[in-house]
């Protein structure tokens, strides 16, 4: 299972975008990469996914390179909401255990 | 859609007792489920994983007898905490996803208090 790396934590201000970027030196051809949001006692929320270049939803974007050994997440204009912990996971698609291997994550403060 | 609900939110409970947890996702049906527990200021700590019909496979460290997992449909896990002491008082957390490799979407949480 690939490990992730990411900054411990992250300082913005309401309407900025934020940027974290995962680094995954060793994923696997196989391998997808989740981004989660979790914010204090409670479970996680699934934010995107993405294999290689660009995926976008309605709350974020995810930017891979080519090689993929890393990834970012864009959080347009955040709000004083978006304080949370934003974990990157890198796990394959198919088998029938999926395991998640969770970091510490970004924790991410907004403020006013 | 992909809601997965836990009950109890939390529950405080004596030194010996049981305790169980249901899981249960409401607008999918859940091939696998996992369960997660997490203290305080770190990070989610996989505990096991249950495919429907079969056996929970336990991760390294976790004691079977203990923590019992049943996922007996589709759409319900539950997680029994035996004989629990204070050292298990965490807040346990499920997930489930449709399928071998599909996306895992997790539980609101469970804060376990034991007294």
């Known amino acids: 299972l690939a490990k992730t790396t990411q900054p411990i934590s992250m300082d913005s201000y309401e309407g900025q975008e934020v940027n974290i970027t995962c680094s995954h030196n060793?994923?696997?051809?196989?391998?997808?990469i989740t981004w989660y949001q979790q914010f204090p006692s409670q479970g996680p929320r699934f934010i995107i996914q993405?294999?290689?270049?660009?995926v976008t939803n309605e709350v974020a974007s995810l930017f891979i390179p080519a090689d993929r050994k890393s990834s970012t997440l864009s959080l347009p204009r955040v709000s004083l909401s978006d304080t949370a912990v934003y974990y990157c996971?890198?796990?394959?698609?198919?088998?029938?255990?999926?395991?998640?291997?969770w970091g510490l994550g970004t924790s991410l403060a907004v403020n006013p | 859609g992909a809601v997965v609900s836990q009950h109890p939110s939390r529950v405080i409970c004596k030194s010996g007792t049981s305790v169980k947890i249901e899981c249960r996702s409401l607008?999918?049906?859940?091939?696998?489920m996992f369960w997660y527990r997490q203290f305080p200021k770190q990070s989610l700590m996989l505990m096991a994983t249950?495919?429907?019909?079969?056996?929970?496979?336990?991760e390294q460290g976790v004691e079977k007898d203990k923590f019992l997992i049943n996922h007996a449909s589709l759409t319900l896990s539950t997680l029994t905490v035996t004989s629990a002491h204070p050292e298990d008082s965490s807040f346990y957390i499920c997930?489930?996803?449709?399928?071998?490799?599909?996306?895992?979407?997790f539980g609101p949480g469970t804060r376990l208090l034991v007294l």
């Open positions: 996971l890198v796990a394959p698609i198919a088998g029938n255990n999926r395991k998640l291997i």
């Open positions: 060793n994923i696997a051809t196989n391998d997808y």
């Open positions: 607008d999918f049906q859940a091939t696998t």
């Open positions: 997930s489930a996803s449709r399928g071998a490799g599909e996306t895992q979407y």
């Open positions: 249950s495919n429907e019909g079969s056996k929970a496979t336990y």
């Open positions: 993405g294999y290689k270049t660009k």
